[in-house]
Nanobody
Framework: QVQPIESGGGLVQAGASLRLSCAASQKDFSWYTMAWFRQSPGKEQEFVSALDWSGRRTRYLASVEGRFTVSRDNTGNTVYLLMNRLEPGDTAIYYC????????????????????WGQGTQVTVSS
């Protein structure tokens, strides 16, 4: 079982930036869409962003569009989430996930389309 590993979380003030990383030792990593989800206390897990296998197509949660940028390094089997102008509402555990199929045409926000998940990294934004 290949499990992605997230890193880069922390405690920051509102307006600050963080960059999350997710390393996955998945064979043929460049064939898979990667996504970020998050879960805040007392809330359901929600989709944050997805990046297709080519690195050219992205999808974002409306509330993070324009502040967050997802990217990937297929040589290093790593996906990143750059989070700018963080807000207290961004406080959550952030998870990266790997698509269960290769070369998916659409960028799914459905967690059931992802079958390999990291343990998560905590992001806390103080006001």
């Amino acid at each position: 079982q290949v499990q992605p590993i997230e890193s880069g979380g922390g405690l920051v003030q509102a307006g600050a930036s963080l960059r999350l990383s997710c390393a996955a030792s998945q064979k043929d990593f460049s064939w898979y869409t990667m996504a970020w989800f998050r879960q805040s206390p007392g809330k359901e897990q929600e989709f944050v962003s997805a990046l297709d296998w080519s690195g050219r197509r992205t999808r974002y949660l409306a509330s993070v569009e324009g502040r967050f940028t997802v990217s990937r390094d297929n040589t290093g089997n790593t996906v990143y989430l750059l989070m700018n102008r963080l807000e207290p509402g961004d406080t959550a555990i952030y998870y990266c996930a790997l698509d269960r199929t290769t070369f998916r045409l659409e960028l799914s926000a459905n967690r059931s389309d992802y079958d390999k998940w990291g343990q998560g990294t905590q992001v806390t934004v103080s006001s």
